[in-house]
């Protein structure tokens, strides 16, 4: 519900980036997921979340982010950042 404002319902971005795309600002690993929730990014208006969830909740949170990549939601934002292609 919180990460909705910037992302969109469905992961499409909107201020903030697309989640349904393979293009990743901050990487796209679980980790990388954790820190960029954990920490924010100050400079793109992103906040940190560490004082409202807990590491179990914004580990969650990185975990639901990973099940959105490859959907395709309406109008998404286009790409930003790096594009990632899934090792096998």
């Not at 519900?1 to 679980?30: R, S």
């Not at 960029?36 to 982010?65: D, F, N």
Request: with cysteine; glycine share 12%; proline share 8%.
């Amino acid at each position: 519900l919180n990460c909705v404002a910037c992302h969109g319902t469905q992961g499409e971005g909107g201020v903030g980036p697309n989640f349904a795309d393979y293009y990743w600002l901050h990487g796209n690993q679980i980790g990388d997921l954790f820190k960029t929730i954990k920490y924010g990014v100050p400079e793109k208006g992103m906040i940190s979340w560490k004082t409202q969830l807990r590491p179990k909740q914004m580990h969650q949170v990185a975990s639901y982010i990973t099940t959105l990549l490859g959907t395709n939601p309406p109008d998404p934002k286009a790409p930003e950042g790096e594009e990632y292609v899934a090792e096998n």
